[in-house]
C-alpha cells in the first residue's frame, strides 16, 4: 500500500527547533519529487519546499534560510528541519508525493502539529 | 511568482444542484493546474490533475477545464459528501473555496 506517515510535530517556543519525518511505504521517495505543505489554524494550503528526485531543493520565500528539505534514501524517509521558528510557523505539516507524471501531489500524509508558542 | 485566484470564497448549494468553481492564473500556466478537495481534519485530495483529468477512484461528476489563465472545477450534480473546501494548485495554493449546504 502507498503511505506516507509524518511524525516530530509538538510544541516549541519561538526560536527553538524541530524535525519533521515522512516515511513512506509502497514507493521510493528518492524516485519522486516530494513536498511539504502546511495549513496554519483555520487558513488554507501553503507550499512549504519540494526536492526533486535528482536532489534539488527548492523553499517558500517564507521559510527560506530556515527550514531544509532532505530524504535518506536507507530509511525511505523525508525530513524538514525547521530552525528558528516564530508563532507563524504554528500549523499541521504535511508531506505529500508530487507526481510528475500527473502534475499533482497524489499521496498525503495524514499530518502532523507544530505549535510555536511561549 | 505565481498568484493562484479562486472565486467564489464560498458557495452555498443543495445537494442535487451544479456546481461552478473557478480558479484565475496571474500568468500563463498552460494546462499545468491541480485541484484538491479536503474535508476538516483530512489530508486533500488530489481531484484533477493537468486541468482536466480526473484521479483515480474520483467519481465522473467531478470536471475541470481551462487553460492559460483560467480554470474551473464542476461538480455536475453535488452529492452530500461534496461538501467541503477545494483549492486549485500550481506551485503555489490558491486561497481555497468552502462548498457549503444552502
Known amino acids: 500500500e502507498v503511505q506516507l506517515v509524518e511524525s516530530g510535530g509538538g510544541l516549541v517556543q519561538p526560536g527553538g527547533s524541530l524535525r519533521l519525518s515522512c516515511a513512506a511505504s509502497?514507493?521510493?521517495?528518492?524516485?519522486?519529487?516530494m513536498s511539504w505543505v502546511r495549513q496554519a489554524p483555520g487558513k488554507g494550503l501553503e507550499w512549504v519546499s519540494v526536492i526533486y528526485s535528482g536532489g534539488s531543493t527548492y523553499y517558500a520565500d517564507s521559510v527560506k534560510g530556515r527550514f531544509t528539505i532532505s530524504r535518506d534514501n536507507s530509511k525511505n524517509t523525508l525530513y524538514l528541519q525547521m530552525n528558528s521558528l516564530r508563532a507563524e510557523d504554528t500549523a499541521v505539516y504535511y508531506c505529500a508525493r508530487d507526481n510528475v507524471l500527473l502534475g499533482g501531489m497524489d499521496v498525503w500524509g495524514q499530518g502532523t502539529t507544530v505549535t510555536v508558542s511561549s | 511568482e505565481i498568484v493562484l485566484t479562486q472565486s467564489p470564497a464560498t458557495l452555498s448549494l443543495s445537494p442535487g444542484e451544479r456546481a461552478t468553481l473557478s480558479c484565475r492564473a496571474s500568468q500563463s500556466v498552460s494546462s499545468y493546474l491541480a485541484w484538491y478537495q479536503q474535508k476538516p481534519g483530512q489530508a486533500p485530495r488530489l481531484l484533477i490533475y493537468d486541468a482536466s483529468n480526473r484521479a483515480t477512484g474520483i467519481p465522473a461528476r467531478f470536471s475541470g477545464s481551462g487553460s492559460g489563465t483560467d480554470f474551473t472545477l464542476t461538480i455536475s450534480s453535488l452529492e452530500p459528501e461534496d461538501f467541503a473546501v477545494y483549492y486549485c494548485?500550481?506551485?503555489?495554493f490558491g486561497q481555497g473555496t468552502r462548498l457549503e449546504i444552502k
Open positions: 509502497g514507493f521510493t521517495v528518492s524516485s519522486n519529487y
Open positions: 494548485q500550481q506551485s503555489t
